[in-house]
């Protein structure tokens, strides 16, 4: 069996899907644990601090193109299942009752992840372009974020870059807000179905594994939810 | 239970072939008995399409009893419609009230197309099973039930996996059409018993193959499937199958 059959098969298929869900479960704890350093109300400064240190240091900026690499791949694998799978019935029922054997985010994978993906675009342009690319003229997403100084060393602001983009705009919390519950729902079903799919299922793991998931969902996205909260309430200043 | 009669609105597809354009059909049934089976009150229904000069509704049926598999009707947006783990020859008229009206549809996949009414052609599900879903022995005399120890919590599993009837519930329910609890029981129940063994390995590649070809969609873990099934079988034999897949996958030489 060679690698390419092994996954475009619907079971190797599952495997990228539950594989990259992974790493990007993973890849969200470091993103919110990192974050949240802002409720220490510093003026950003550990948070500057631990994000210069992820922005500046040579494995992390190494695994960040593995991030990107599988964050495509779950993408474009996500979108190519999500066709695939409507095809597969070209009439549907006229009734449906599916409320009465499965959840509804569980059915709506697809909806959700291209919900999460409009909102990246967006999140990618506030933060991620003007701090790889601060520097350089004409790809800036805002306004100049000065730079700022810890014990002699220059960090991008990315705390002035935040408190910039929700501070005063109502809309683009709501967008973030409403991103991140997407994001929830999504991570409500993809926790524990990616280890299904690498074939645990155990009377006495898999519920632990789910409410592991459950658990792990609603912190994550609560915490991401109070970020832009925090900011445009003035809870951190 | 009380027993009571009832008159029924039916909203039944009518599709003349694989070819035509289907479409929901009302018709009314009277005095229907609450213990009555689903399909005694097809049979009142078509007795009265027959006496009328109407082409009766082809359902697929045969036992009658819960276990061959063949019947398959969509009741009111689920699989075999309101009870759980129950065929839709089980499902008995005390679950519906009097002036109920119910819609019946086919098992809607592309892999399972109409051939006529609710009537679906699901010869895709031999072709999987033939795809591997056996053991080759030669038959003669049978031996003795305990020249073969198997651990008893590996019979259970297995016994539960072979539980499946092939009524395509699963893949009627799925969301993606998907065929993976059907390939999965099968697949679970030989894999966990001596005999099935040799051909281990390239059964489960070749049942997935062949899954993948008939038009199934993806499974995406909804677990509707376990929900619906008439038989009970459980996802835990699809964690089983992908277990099953990666090992045979990297260490298969085929």
């Given at each position: 069996?060679?690698?390419k059959l092994?996954?475009?098969?619907s079971?190797?298929?599952k495997?990228i899907?539950?594989?990259?869900?992974?790493?990007?479960?993973?890849?969200?704890?470091?993103?919110?644990?990192?974050?949240?350093?802002i409720?220490?109300?510093?003026?950003?400064?550990?948070?500057?601090?631990?994000g210069?240190?992820?922005g500046?240091n040579?494995?992390?900026?190494?695994?960040?193109?593995?991030?990107?690499?599988?964050l495509?791949?779950?993408?474009?694998q996500?979108?190519?299942?999500?066709s695939?799978?409507n095809k597969?019935?070209p009439?549907?029922?006229?009734?449906?009752?599916?409320?009465?054997?499965?959840?509804w985010y569980s059915?709506?994978?697809?909806?959700?992840?291209?919900l999460?993906?409009?909102?990246l675009?967006?999140h990618?342009?506030?933060?991620?372009?003007?701090?790889?690319?601060g520097?350089?003229a004409?790809?800036k997403?805002?306004?100049?974020?000065?730079?700022?100084?810890y014990n002699?060393?220059?960090?991008?602001?990315l705390?002035?870059?935040?408190?910039?983009?929700?501070?005063?705009?109502?809309?683009?919390?709501?967008?973030?807000i409403?991103?991140v519950?997407?994001?929830?729902?999504?991570?409500?079903?993809?926790?524990q179905?990616?280890?299904?799919?690498?074939g645990?299922?155990?009377k006495?793991?898999?519920?632990?594994?789910?409410?592991?998931?459950v658990?792990?969902s609603?912190?994550?996205?609560?915490?991401?939810a109070?970020?832009?909260?925090?900011?445009y309430l003035?809870?951190?200043n | 239970?009380?027993h009571?009669n009832?008159?029924?609105t039916?909203?039944?597809w009518?599709?003349?072939?694989?070819?035509?354009?289907?479409?929901?059909?009302?018709?009314q049934?009277?005095?229907?008995?609450s213990?009555?089976?689903f399909?005694?009150?097809f049979d009142?229904?078509?007795?009265?399409?027959?006496v009328a000069?109407?082409?009766p509704i082809?359902?697929?049926?045969?036992?009658?009893?819960?276990i061959c598999?063949?019947c398959s009707?969509?009741i009111d947006?689920?699989?075999h419609?309101?009870?759980?783990n129950?065929?839709?020859c089980?499902?008995?008229m005390?679950?519906?009230?009097?002036?109920?009206?119910?819609?019946v549809e086919?098992w809607?996949?592309k892999a399972?197309p109409?051939?006529?009414?609710?009537?679906?052609d699901?010869?895709?599900?031999?072709?999987?099973i033939?795809?591997?879903?056996?053991?080759?022995?030669?038959?003669?005399?049978?031996?003795?039930?305990?020249?073969l120890?198997?651990?008893?919590?590996?019979?259970?599993?297995?016994?539960?996996?072979a539980?499946?009837?092939?009524?395509?519930?699963?893949?009627a329910?799925?969301?993606n059409?998907?065929?993976?609890?059907?390939?999965?029981?099968?697949?679970?129940q030989?894999?966990?018993?001596?005999?099935?063994?040799?051909?281990?390995?390239?059964?489960?590649?070749?049942?997935?193959?062949?899954?993948d070809?008939?038009?199934?969609?993806?499974?995406?873990?909804?677990?509707?499937?376990?929900?619906?099934c008439p038989?009970g079988?459980?996802?835990?034999?699809?964690?089983?199958?992908?277990?099953?897949?990666?090992?045979?996958?990297?260490?298969t030489?085929?």
């Amino acid at each position: 069996m060679t690698w390419k059959l092994f996954f475009t098969s619907s079971i190797g298929k599952k495997f990228i899907m539950a594989l990259t869900g992974i790493f990007l479960i993973t890849f969200l704890i470091v993103h919110c644990g990192i974050n949240a350093m802002i409720f220490f109300n510093d003026g950003g400064e550990t948070f500057n601090h631990w994000g210069h240190f992820m922005g500046s240091n040579l494995i992390v900026r190494t695994m960040e193109l593995g991030l990107f690499l599988f964050l495509i791949m779950h993408i474009v694998q996500g979108l190519t299942l999500w066709s695939q799978n409507n095809k597969s019935r070209p009439v549907k029922y006229v009734v449906k009752n599916s409320a009465a054997n499965s959840t509804w985010y569980s059915r709506s994978m697809g909806l959700l992840g291209t919900l999460i993906l409009i909102f990246l675009v967006l999140h990618l342009y506030h933060f991620w372009t003007p701090s790889r690319f601060g520097g350089m003229a004409g790809i800036k997403a805002l306004d100049e974020t000065s730079l700022a100084t810890y014990n002699n060393e220059e960090v991008h602001n990315l705390y002035a870059e935040m408190k910039l983009v929700f501070e005063n705009n109502l809309l683009i919390v709501v967008v973030y807000i409403l991103g991140v519950i997407s994001l929830c729902w999504h991570l409500l079903h993809g926790f524990q179905s990616a280890f299904q799919t690498f074939g645990v299922n155990h009377k006495r793991y898999t519920p632990i594994i789910k409410g592991a998931g459950v658990v792990y969902s609603v912190v994550i996205c609560l915490l991401f939810a109070l970020m832009p909260l925090a900011f445009y309430l003035h809870w951190v200043n | 239970m009380e027993h009571y009669n009832m008159n029924l609105t039916l909203k039944i597809w009518r599709q003349k072939n694989n070819q035509s354009a289907g479409s929901l059909e009302t018709y009314q049934v009277k005095d229907i008995s609450s213990e009555m089976s689903f399909l005694e009150m097809f049979d009142v229904l078509n007795e009265q399409l027959i006496v009328a000069g109407d082409d009766p509704i082809a359902f697929d049926h045969d036992c009658r009893e819960g276990i061959c598999g063949q019947c398959s009707m969509h009741i009111d947006g689920r699989a075999h419609g309101p009870w759980t783990n129950n065929t839709t020859c089980q499902l008995h008229m005390r679950a519906f009230k009097d002036g109920d009206t119910i819609v019946v549809e086919p098992w809607r996949s592309k892999a399972f197309p109409v051939i006529k009414d609710l009537m679906v052609d699901r010869s895709s599900f031999d072709r999987i099973i033939q795809a591997g879903g056996y053991i080759s022995v030669n038959t003669g005399n049978a031996v003795d039930a305990n020249s073969l120890p198997i651990d008893k919590k590996d019979a259970d599993n297995a016994f539960m996996a072979a539980a499946c009837i092939g009524c395509g519930a699963c893949v009627a329910t799925c969301v993606n059409s998907s065929a993976m609890l059907f390939v999965s029981a099968k697949v679970a129940q030989l894999a966990q018993l001596p005999q099935g063994q040799p051909e281990r390995e390239s059964r489960v590649l070749n049942m997935v193959a062949q899954m993948d070809k008939e038009n199934f969609g993806n499974c995406t873990n909804t677990y509707a499937c376990e929900a619906e099934c008439p038989k009970g079988i459980s996802v835990s034999n699809i964690a089983r199958l992908n277990r099953e897949y990666l090992s045979a996958g990297l260490s298969t030489e085929q």
